[in-house]
């Protein structure tokens, strides 16, 4: 099984890099807009929310990802829709390389069973 995902990920390095690309892509317009957006002081710190770039950054990637830590959050509305909208395409991006792996993995099944 292992050899036949490694078979997979090879043939269809080229999808995969450009979905990698397109989340990559994707991270660093959704922190630039949010890190312009955001420009509330967190009542907590008494600091704005986002630091630096990278802040914004280390928001997008962990939004995108589902995972939400909860260290970094926005406090005005328009950062709370930022963050909607980028959760739920965050969801659809994370979901195509699996989609990619599995509908290969079935093709490799087919066509080692085909040829044997």
């Known amino acids: 099984p292992l050899e036949i995902i490694v078979a997979v990920v090879r043939r269809q390095s080229r999808v995969l890099m450009t979905v990698f690309s397109l989340a990559i892509f994707y991270i660093f317009i959704t922190a630039l807009i949010m890190f312009n957006a955001e420009e509330d002081i967190n009542p907590e710190t ?27 959050y926005p406090i005005s509305n328009i950062g709370r829709v930022i963050s909607i909208i980028s959760a739920m395409v965050g969801i659809a ?24």
């Open 93 to 116: 991006i994370i979901a195509l390389p699996s989609g990619i792996v599995t509908a290969g993995y079935m093709d490799e099944l087919k066509s080692r069973k085909e040829g044997t």
């Open 46 to 72: 008494g600091e704005y929310l986002f630091r630096d770039f990278f802040d914004a950054f280390y928001w997008a990637a962990c939004t995108l990802t589902t995972v939400g830590y909860g260290d970094l």
